[in-house]
C-alpha cells in the first residue's frame, strides 16, 4: 500500500471567509444581479446561488431583498459622491467644471453596474430618488459658482438656479448617452461638454429676448 504522508492530498484548504468578506462579496454578487435584471427581477435565491452560500447567511447580513438593496445603494451613491466631492477641490472655476463632468463619466465608465441601479432603482426603495438628490448637490455647487461669477459680471444672480439646472441637465443627459456608445473617449466628452457650456456661459447676453422672426416685424 503506498504511504500517505499525513493525509495530503496536495490541495490546501480553502481559506473561510470573516463576515466582513462575506459582506462584501454578497454586495458585489447582488450589485451585478440588480443591474442586469433590476430589484423586481432579483431573488434572495439568486444572490446566494451565486455566492455559493445558503439563503440563511444573506438575510443574516442584510435581513432580506429591501436592506440588501438599500446597502448596494447607498454604496454607490457614497462612491460617486466622494468622486464628484474630489473633483470639486480645484480652485479656478472652470477646471471644477470640467472635472464635475469627468469624474461622472469615470464613475459611469467603471462602475457601470452600480450606475444603471441608481438611475432605474425601483421607486420602493428610492435609489432614484437618492441619484434625484445627489444632482440637486451638485445644482447647489454649480448654483453658487455661478452666482458669484455672474456678481462679478453685472448679472442677475437671481438667474443662477436656472442655468446651474440647465448645466448639471446637460451633462447628466448626455453622460447617460454616452454610457450606451463608448465613444468618443470620456476626456472628449468631458472637454466639449466644458467648451459647450462654458464659453455660452462667457457669451450670454444680459437680458436675451425670443427672437419671433420678421413676419411680425415687416
Same mark, same amino acid.
Given at each position: 500500500m503506498p504511504n500517505q504522508q499525513h493525509g495530503d492530498t496536495g490541495a490546501a484548504p480553502r481559506a473561510r471567509m470573516t463576515g466582513a468578506q462575506r459582506r462584501a462579496q454578497l454586495i458585489e454578487v447582488a450589485r451585478?444581479?440588480?443591474?442586469? /435584471? *433590476?430589484? !423586481?427581477?432579483t431573488s434572495i435565491e439568486e444572490?446566494?446561488? #451565486?455566492? =455559493?452560500v445558503s439563503k440563511p447567511v444573506?438575510? !443574516?447580513h442584510f435581513g432580506g431583498k429591501?436592506?440588501?438593496?438599500?446597502?448596494?445603494?447607498? #454604496? +454607490?451613491?457614497e462612491t460617486l459622491l466622494?468622486?464628484?466631492?474630489? =473633483?470639486?477641490?480645484? $480652485?479656478?472655476?472652470?477646471?471644477?467644471? !470640467?472635472? &464635475?463632468? @469627468?469624474? %461622472?463619466?469615470?464613475?459611469?465608465? +467603471? /462602475?457601470?453596474?452600480?450606475? #444603471?441601479? %441608481?438611475?432605474? *432603482?425601483?421607486?420602493s426603495t428610492g435609489a432614484d430618488a437618492k441619484y434625484s438628490s445627489l444632482l440637486n448637490d451638485a445644482i447647489g455647487q454649480v448654483e453658487h459658482l455661478l452666482a458669484g461669477d455672474f456678481e462679478r459680471r453685472g448679472f442677475d444672480a437671481s438667474l443662477a438656479p436656472?442655468?446651474?439646472?440647465? @448645466? &448639471?441637465?446637460?451633462? =447628466?443627459?448626455?453622460?447617460?448617452?454616452?454610457?450606451?456608445? #463608448? +465613444?468618443p473617449a470620456?476626456?472628449?466628452v468631458a472637454a466639449h461638454?466644458? $467648451? @459647450?457650456c462654458w464659453n455660452g456661459l462667457s457669451g450670454l447676453d444680459q437680458d436675451p429676448t425670443i427672437d419671433h422672426g420678421d413676419a411680425e416685424h415687416p
Open positions: 451585478g444581479l440588480f443591474a442586469e /435584471r *433590476g430589484f !423586481e427581477g444572490v446566494a446561488q #451565486r455566492a =455559493s444573506v438575510y !443574516e429591501e436592506g440588501l438593496y438599500a446597502v448596494v445603494v447607498d #454604496r +454607490e451613491m466622494e468622486m464628484i466631492t474630489a =473633483s470639486l477641490t480645484q $480652485n479656478r472655476s472652470r477646471i471644477r467644471v !470640467e472635472k &464635475v463632468a @469627468l469624474a %461622472l463619466l469615470t464613475y459611469m465608465e +467603471e /462602475r457601470t453596474d452600480g450606475f #444603471r441601479i %441608481l438611475v432605474h *432603482g425601483s421607486p436656472l442655468y446651474a439646472q440647465a @448645466l &448639471v441637465g446637460a451633462v =447628466s443627459v448626455t453622460a447617460q448617452w454616452w454610457l450606451d456608445v #463608448r +465613444e470620456k476626456e472628449v461638454l466644458v $467648451n @459647450l
